[in-house]
């Protein structure tokens, strides 16, 4: 069983950067993090491989969120720079039994409870 913490949400303003922390109690593998904004569906933002060397980012955010992780500390961050108004929600982070990086949300099976990313404009 693995646990997953987020952390590191709150209110923002738009062109501002704000990180997000995961902390996992027990083996992980690829971890990604999603978002679900309301009235919508959750969607894929960003993943990475056990050993780093592969990520993987949806359109929205290439370019300005950097996903990381530290294994020693069994800790995955996505660091979000440029934000803006349609960055929020409420973001999650999942780690699955794949050594890629597994872009759909089925793909992994275990689930943070979510941390709250709001963007002002």
């Known amino acids: 069983q693995v646990q997953l913490v987020e952390s590191g949400g709150g209110l923002v303003q738009a062109g501002g950067s704000l990180r997000l922390s995961c902390a996992a109690s027990?083996?992980?593998?690829?971890m990604g993090w999603f978002r679900q904004a309301p009235g919508k569906e959750r969607e894929f933002v960003a993943a990475i491989s056990w050993s780093s060397t592969r990520t993987a980012y949806s359109d929205s955010v290439k370019g300005r969120f950097t996903i990381s992780r530290d294994n020693a500390e069994n800790t995955v961050y996505l660091q979000m720079n440029s934000v803006k108004p349609e960055d929020t929600a409420t973001y999650y982070c999942a780690t699955g039994e794949s050594w890629v990086v597994p872009t759909q949300a089925r793909e992994y099976d275990y689930w943070g409870q979510g941390t709250q990313v709001t963007v002002s404009s």
């Open positions: 027990g083996r992980t593998y690829a």
